[in-house]
């Protein structure tokens, strides 16, 4: 059973998007499955790293496209980036035990389905319009 599973509801009508979103499940999803086996505080602190560097990567992705295409809603959509590395940036500083609670998974998972749904979907019309898929 996977925690979280894309599906085309999720769309944003640009595949390059949609491909990093589908690989940031995959990541989320591979992370709950060690937060589940393991208490090896290594290797979840290295899955974390992994985590956080893809989320960013895929956030600046969405940001470049922003400034390219002159998106109207960029400065609120990029607050709201700025929100979940601040987080992300906390949880990374968690040590020993505190690592081994599922509220970075909870997070992770309303943050992300959320996000989205919502934020995200907003710039679909404005990115197909401009030639963008
Ligand atoms: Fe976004």
Redesign the pocket.
Known sequence: MFLIEWKSDYSVGVQELDDQHKKMFVLINQFYELMKETKDIKNIEKMLGELSDYGKY??ET?EKLFAEYGYPEKED?QK??DAYRAKIGEFLQKKDDALLSFEIIDFLEDWWLG??AS??KK?QKFFNEKGLE
């Open positions: 895929h956030l969405e959509h709201i980036h996000h989205i934020t995200d710039y």
